[in-house]
């Protein structure tokens, strides 16, 4: 593809050489001259002058001149449009493989691929064009919807609902059940957790990411939410639209999270958190058992505060032996003073 | 179900309308005239009011009269039971699907169900009624109990021992080596794992979770324990009977836990710790390597300390700028006196 | 095997009973007298008077004397190779399970072992005399060197490299997408994932471990570098030859390890941080975005510091609420001498 060609289906303008041959993409220290690359700030735009890329996409404003570049409002959404032009996702063959295990009653939508050795139980559906990969397990009375994939080896327990477009990555499992036990006679005895998963369109989750079912009711992921490798979300938890969660974050039951939130990795929350809208978890934070984080606020550290109020303490701490040494200074020349006017 | 049976078969007393109709339960801000919830707390006997729900199980001392009530000792346990009777988990089928392996040399009792696709290696027994989900892989002289239930994708490597009555979740993995290596000419060699894993009957294990086999000797989880999603146990952990684990914690190697301990989610504990039986980790603290935390005592923060002297702390943080201006104020307020008394 | 013999295979002197059949191995609290075990330690030596063990692997300076031992430099090292002797890992029988799936145009090596239901998809090739286990998945253009064994229920996505000797435990997952979207009109868009996984020779991978492909370029394992399990390794990490990392510990996107350092377990490493060679990161540390710690350095804590500085803080804070005391009370003392001298 010619990068006039590539400026065009991007709705851009390029300057330079329009007929240079682009075959892929590449990042900016290793692309070649047919290759394309971005610049998304400052710091990348010293990078433009080493490079040896065939092509460039770069901000408006950008400076450096005499070679091939396309401008864009946003580089890096830019360049991702061109990763998904150049190097599209592999498109399974539609179609059973002859190993996979379909129920009677479960149905297949239309340009439906199951790979090897998977298993879809009773009452399940699969909506059209949705990819399942080898040895994915689907229980029974699951819906999937159309335009998804399920990479190989991912669990669905029985009842859950995935809507359109949802990409689930392998070793996922999705509506185990959630921890409750109830003490009796010296025995934890199971709460039967007998309730939903809900997980709604264009969410990604990712590898060997857990969803447990709520106990009653249900636990929900809203629409395009986006889950890391590794996180744990407990039963009924309820999470908003287009929130990003890093790997290996854990939230405990019932814990609700606002649309558009924001959460670092390996954070903890505790039950019953309420993490409103647009708030931003720090990575590591841990949020104990029913705060609330304001909306939009940025929250840091264990137990979780204010990021300006973290770095103030953080602060505090490193000048704190300077602090106390001066104090004991200023003590002991106040004492040499008061001895100089005390009688002998 | 009506009420009035409900209440005779959990051999309780109801008030009102014994002939109302139970089809399900619900939670009680959701339940309709048809489900049955419950109050446990104060709190929610507020909710009481509002609630449409059918019937509700109640403390003994609840006093919100007029509608139909069933009276229990303990009422979240009391619903728990009603949920198993009026829920009551799926039965699989009995039989070995025709897709799945196994050995010739595998014992299968009576009443098992084994999924599509799950394979059980040489020398392995598989006790009466147990469920083993499709996917499942059994390695060779594996021994499981009766009455378990193993979901989909779980894996169990040679040689582990396991209970009568144990749920593992889908994607656990029971019996890896643990992580052991000894460095030789600048290459960590593998420490070979030749140990065992047993679990103890009546254990509950959540998805991905980890159980590592011993290097020698045993990894032991005791009787009634229960176990949640992503924990990770090393090698030679003995962990005691009705241990809770909640979701993403680690035990390193070695680490012994008492009897009805209760450790947090995201819990780090290091090497050879030793846990005494009831004592309590909160989330996310961590234990230093051979630390030993008594018995019954309740621990918080990193490296873990007695819950009292960590809310100490963490006040005495809090307040220490205002501490720190307060002893500046005095000093300056000293500092003017004796620069009066002081001779010009 | 005698212990003659067993001291002649290792290279080492015995003294006492060289006739001493030997039948196993065992930890020196449980060995009798047809196993060996080992001493490593000074306290370790206390508990070989107390061992039934009919063989001790001991330190050349081992001083107790009137039993059968063996000498050596490294006893541990010594004994990993006498375990690796006399407990040799099952040696799975070569060939491809009829329930296997494997695609036409993948290349399978002498003497490979694929277990039951695992699926080898187009263009991937596995090298001699590696295991497969049942239920792995190996996606197309899959490379696997020679000797290597995957456990039962991994998975290896498309187009990922794997050495010679690797060791893969259930459940982990290599080369799932990485963790990067791009906002878009109020939605993340996905930035697709088409770089690629590199693991080393000799390297060991956990259960349930992720190792992400690169967005663009490369996510690469050193090798001989042994990640336990649940470890998450982010795209576009670069780990050094014969890195140690610890269960539940996780890196985020472009973090740069050097060889040979140790990184404990739960520890977080924030975006495109570089930890130099030899460095040590302790458990359940977290290190910032863009951090370096430098060759050798020992760090701890949250932000992580030199482990003297850390220390030196904790110290500090138990010590805080007494030297305040202290100061308060050195103030005090100084009122009372000040208002003595001022006039009434």
Redesign the interface.
């Known amino acids: 593809m010619r990068v006039r060609e590539l400026a065009q289906w991007l709705g851009a303008a390029f300057e330079g050489d329009g007929e240079t041959e682009i075959a892929g993409?590449?990042?900016i220290e290793?692309a070649g001259p047919a290759e394309v690359s971005f610049i998304n700030s400052r710091k990348a735009a010293q990078q433009a002058d080493a490079s040896a890329a065939g092509c460039l996409i770069v901000p408006m404003d950008f400076a450096g001149g005499g070679r091939t570049i396309i401008r864009a409002e946003?580089p890096?959404?830019a360049f991702?449009r061109v990763?998904?032009r150049l190097?599209p996702?592999?498109q399974p063959e539609p179609g059973v493989?002859s190993?996979a295990?379909i129920a009677a009653t479960a149905r297949i939508g239309e340009g439906v691929s199951i790979?090897?050795?998977a298993?879809v139980a009773e009452g399940s559906s699969i909506g059209a064009g949705t990819t399942v990969?080898?040895?994915c397990?689907i229980?029974?009375n699951v819906t999937i919807g159309a335009g998804g994939w399920l990479?190989?080896?991912v669990?669905i327990?029985?009842g859950v609902r995935i809507g359109r477009g949802v990409?689930l990555?392998?070793?996922c499992?999705i509506g185990?059940?959630g921890?409750g036990?109830?003490?009796?006679n010296?025995?934890?005895?199971?709460?039967?957790q007998?309730g939903r998963v809900e997980i709604g369109d264009?969410v990604?989750i990712?590898?060997?990411a857990?969803i447990?079912r709520a106990a009653?009711?249900v636990t929900s992921i809203g629409e395009?939410a986006?889950i890391?490798?590794?996180v744990?979300v407990?039963h009924n938890c309820i999470i908003g639209r287009?929130v990003?969660i890093?790997?290996?974050t854990?939230l405990?039951g019932g814990v609700v999270v606002g649309d558009y939130a924001v959460i670092g990795?390996?954070v903890?929350i505790?039950d019953k958190a309420r993490i409103e809208p647009r708030a931003v978890l720090g990575?590591?934070c841990?949020i104990l058992t029913s705060k609330i984080v304001r909306g939009g606020q940025v929250v840091w550290g264990?137990?979780a505060r204010p990021l300006k109020d973290y770095l103030?303490?953080?602060a505090?701490?490193a000048r704190?032996?300077g602090?106390?040494k001066e104090?004991?200074r200023?003590?002991a020349e106040?004492?040499r003073?008061?001895s100089r006017?005390?009688p002998a």
């Open positions: 993409v590449a990042p290793l946003a890096r959404a991702a990763i998904g190097h996702p592999p493989h190993t295990v790979g090897p050795h298993s990969g080898a040895g397990r229980g029974a990479h190989a080896n669990t327990y029985d990409i990555h392998s070793g499992v185990a059940d921890f036990f109830v003490m009796e010296g025995r934890y005895e199971k709460f039967p007998v264009f990604e990712g590898a060997n857990c447990d009653l009711g395009g986006k890391d490798n590794m744990h407990g287009h990003v890093a790997a290996q854990g405990s990795g390996q903890g505790g990575s590591g841990g264990t137990p103030t303490q953080l505090n701490l704190l032996p602090t106390l104090l004991r200023e003590l106040l004492k003073r008061l006017l005390e």
